[in-house]
């Protein structure tokens, strides 16, 4: 995979000048990759992490800006030819080209994801673009980081010409002796200018609307927590009213070192190390390649692990008890595909080998039993009653061959109770996935204590492969992400018995960085299931750590019938899209209240998280999880805990964990043993060290 590094760099410059710099006999350059399906797929992030002082970026960054100028000054025709991924510094690097020649490959994808790590394009992309495309593509590229496919880039101005991945180098070197010939000539902008958007992004009235929309959005999605995207409206802007161009280079890679330097920037940028980190595991390589994925339970989540496996490649066997059931389970994956049909990110070609990778089957199928003779791993998704499980696990492992894997996507029951019923334990493993399916990143992998090494191989690579980021988690109640989210889902209630609103407890959570507030989520998950987890791990072995609120405020809910979104009437009630608290949900709440505490957004900010975050380290501590970076990923991906703040163990790397820990020992004092930190935590503050960073837990 080629990347920016500083070897790169280096490398890239030789060449240039020896090669090519000084030759009059070169009239031309294309530049194009020699490794199969990979242009550049950025820049090389760890050079930027292990930068202590980012300020030293400064002159790397302006050395390069001046080695693609040098480029430039030899005022010969430059072609880029993409096949694969061009993104972050490889977008930027064919932006400084002539002419942009791309493969029609289903790999080939550009774009500037840079603001997803806390930064922005730094080799000049935000001046460089918005010339090309016009500023409201260019602010969407950059402000979502989203990839660009070719016939998209081709119909705005990005590249110039898509042609198949074979023709590339030819098509390629012939637009380059046709631009050095003068038989092609080239505008920026590319595409002419509709009065339009001559109007919004040429005229004072215009752009002042524009600016008002752009912050808008950005402020809806992002709350305005994340310093990137308004970085990168700042370097657009000064690229509007500059025509000095070695200023506007220097403005835009002085905004990069200042986001370098952030914590929000570190946070994103340790997330996407440990996604990269949890692509690989230790478990060994399964004997038996998974070519076919059974699914038992066409539900909303059965039906969803049918449509990511499918998509990608397998032969899926949609088994239901019903043919009602199964059509149910159809007609939701394949409206979810025609959606993406609709919006074109998916074509029809597509849609069709994804329909005939799925099977349909019911107990009415007389040939079920021989197409489950050919499965290689089965994950059931049936309801959670252990005496199903255990019927299921019973006639499923007589009809499959003996190497097939057994999977459960239970929320709750221990694995190793299910397996009770196995003819084959070494070959049963947990694999929980989260709602919707094709939509939630996280896969929780668990493995139960007589659980073979290569059946947890063969459960992570079948999720790696479905796109999901796995962890491995310990056989205990709740596995990680519910253990976590009990205590959370008891202080809710605990809050609003000290007199905190609906409101102020959505309000707080969501300015804390949380995509929903714990209200909303209650809702979305459902008040039944919220409260059945609460009741589980109530019941379960965390002790006092779920000691301190009141769950029946749920339980009375689930018998009024108020179930959240899907009944119509929560603790919101629902019309459409539009929400409100009714009031006699706001007596309801009032009336659960036992006293007015007076609390603060702080206040819930600091009680919420501080039961959430010292049950993840308890976690860590009880080796549920294996280190910190699987915690932080878990939490992140499995609850949205804010990216931002990059999980809960980097979240009290910031904080301070001896400040953190004097903190949960005051709320100990004030309102109980509930707010006592865990011994690991402890441990930490007294020793001073991290959970991340040389020499930490995680080693990142």
């Not at 100028?69 to 061009?86: E, F, L, T």
């Not at 205590?487 to 804390?512: C, I, Q, R, T, Y």
């Not at 970076?629 to 703040?645: C, E, K, M, Y």
Request: overall charge negative; hydrophobic content about 40%.
């Amino acid at each position: 995979m080629n990347t920016i590094s500083f070897e790169f760099s280096a490398a890239a410059k030789e060449m240039w000048s020896t090669e090519i710099a000084p030759r009059n006999d070169v009239k031309s350059v294309v530049f194009i990759s020699a490794k199969k399906d990979n242009f550049i797929a950025g820049a090389d992030i760890q050079d930027i992490k292990n930068m202590e002082d980012k300020t030293k970026l400064l002159p790397i960054i302006e050395d390069g800006i001046e080695f693609f100028k040098d480029m430039k000054s030899k005022k010969i025709p430059m072609v880029c030819a993409i096949n694969g991924p061009a993104l972050g510094g490889g977008l930027e690097w064919a932006l400084w080209c002539d002419y942009r020649v791309c493969s029609d490959s289903s790999k080939t994808k550009m774009g500037l994801p840079e603001v997803k790590l806390g930064l922005l394009p730094g080799f000049g992309g935000t001046q460089n673009l918005f010339p090309l495309i016009g500023v409201q593509g260019a602010m969407d590229m950059m402000l979502t980081g989203k990839d660009i496919r070719p016939a998209k880039a081709k119909k705005m101005g990005l590249v110039d010409l898509v042609v198949s991945e074979h023709q590339l180098e030819s098509s390629a070197i012939r637009a380059a002796e046709d631009l050095a010939n003068g038989d092609i000539k080239v505008k920026i902008p590319r595409k002419p200018k509709s009065w339009m958007a001559w109007g919004i992004e040429d005229t004072p009235p215009g752009q002042s609307k524009m600016w008002e929309t752009i912050n808008k959005m950005v402020m809806k999605n992002t709350n305005g927590v994340y310093p990137a995207p308004f970085a990168i409206i700042e370097c657009v802007k000064e690229g509007l009213k500059s025509s000095d161009m070695d200023a506007r280079y220097k403005f835009e890679r002085e905004k990069f070192a200042e986001l370098a330097a952030t914590n929000e920037s570190a946070s994103l940028i340790g997330i996407f190390d440990g996604m990269t980190a949890l692509k690989k595991h230790s478990f060994g390589e399964p004997k038996n390649e998974t070519k076919n994925v059974a699914v038992l339970g066409a539900g909303l989540m059965g039906a969803g692990i049918a449509q990511i496996s499918a998509e990608k490649g397998y032969r899926v066997l949609l088994k239901d008890k019903t043919e009602d059931g199964l059509a149910k389970g159809e007609q939701y994956i394949n409206g979810n595909w025609d959606k993406k049909l609709k919006r074109k990110t998916m074509t029809m070609h597509k849609h069709n080998q994804n329909t005939a990778n799925i099977v349909p089957l019911s107990d009415n199928t007389e040939s079920w039993k021989q197409h489950f003779s050919q499965a290689d791993l089965v994950i059931e998704a049936v309801f959670e009653d252990i005496d199903l499980k255990h019927r299921v696990v019973k006639e499923i492992e007589d009809v499959t061959p003996d190497h097939c894997v057994f999977a459960t996507n239970t929320s709750a029951i221990p694995i190793a109770d299910i397996a009770k019923a196995s003819k084959r334990p070494d070959q049963l493993v947990g694999m929980h996935y989260f709602s919707p399916v094709p939509q939630m990143p996280l896969l929780e992998i668990i493995p139960h204590a007589g659980t073979s090494d290569l059946t947890t191989a063969a459960a992570y690579n079948v999720g790696t492969k479905q796109g999901k980021t796995c962890i491995a988690v310990k056989d205990v109640p709740g596995f990680y992400v519910n253990r976590c989210l009990g205590p959370f889902l008891v202080e809710v209630s605990a809050l609003a018995k000290d007199g905190a609103g609906l409101e102020l407890l959505d309000k707080a959570m969501l300015n804390f960085g949380m995509p929903v507030g714990p209200v909303t989520l209650a809702d979305e998950v459902g008040i039944d299931v919220s409260n059945k987890v609460a009741s589980f791990l109530s019941n379960a072995d965390l002790g006092v750590r779920m000691e301190g609120g009141d769950i029946s405020l749920m339980g009375e809910m689930v018998e009024k019938g108020w179930l959240g979104r899907k009944t119509g009437q929560g603790f919101y009630t629902y019309d459409g899209k539009k929400k409100t608290i009714s009031a006699e949900v706001k007596q309801y709440a009032a009336d659960f209240a036992t006293r007015d505490l007076g609390l603060t957004e702080e206040d819930v900010q600091n009680r919420i998280v501080s039961r959430f975050v010292n049950e993840a380290v308890m976690c860590l501590q009880d080796e549920i999880i294996a280190d910190p970076v699987n915690g932080d990923i878990g939490l992140i991906f499995g609850t949205g805990f804010a990216p931002f703040r990059g999980g809960p163990f980097r979240y009290l790397d910031t904080y301070g964990i001896e400040k953190y820990v004097a903190m949960m020992n005051g709320f100990a004092e004030k309102m109980g043993p509930q707010f006592e930190p865990c011994q690991l935590l402890k441990d930490m503050a007294a020793s001073g060290k991290k959970f991340h960073g040389p020499n930490s837990a995680s080693g990142l």
